[in-house]
């Protein structure tokens, strides 16, 4: 099991950015996909990006796309989630997961490992 510590939320104004992080125990980083999620209150938890970890592919939500920037850093552990151009609808508690493997997924039972989410909330 991989414990993973997400941070960097907070409040935000439209059109501000804000960089999440997520740090992971697992033994051998790399041999899993990273993935970012987010639930709005009232609403199922979506996918939002995810990158895999030795060609580092990538997959975004539509509405996302090139807003949103994913990236790692195997050698920390960690998985960034770049958001600028934030928009009110991207309020919610967002949550990093872990997929054993080298293929994206962006479906949330295909995650086994889930962080304790972080609040994200922009003001319009």
């Known amino acids: 099991q991989v414990q993973l510590v997400e941070s960097g939320g907070g409040l935000v104004q439209a059109g501000g950015s804000l960089r999440l992080s997520c740090a992971a125990s697992a033994r051998t980083f790399s041999n899993y996909v990273m993935g970012w999620f987010r639930q709005a209150p009232g609403k199922e938890r979506e996918f939002v990006a995810a990158m895999s970890g030795f060609v580092f592919s990538t997959d975004y939500e539509d509405s996302v796309k090139g807003r949103f920037t994913i990236f790692r850093d195997n050698a920390k552990k960690t998985v960034y989630l770049q958001m600028n151009s934030l928009k009110p609808e991207d309020t919610a508690v967002y949550y990093c997961?872990?997929?054993?493997?080298?293929?994206?997924?962006?479906?949330?039972?295909?995650?086994?490992?889930w962080g304790q989410g972080t609040q994200v909330t922009v003001s319009s």
């Open positions: 997961a872990t997929r054993y493997g080298a293929t994206c997924s962006k479906t949330a039972k295909d995650y086994s490992d």
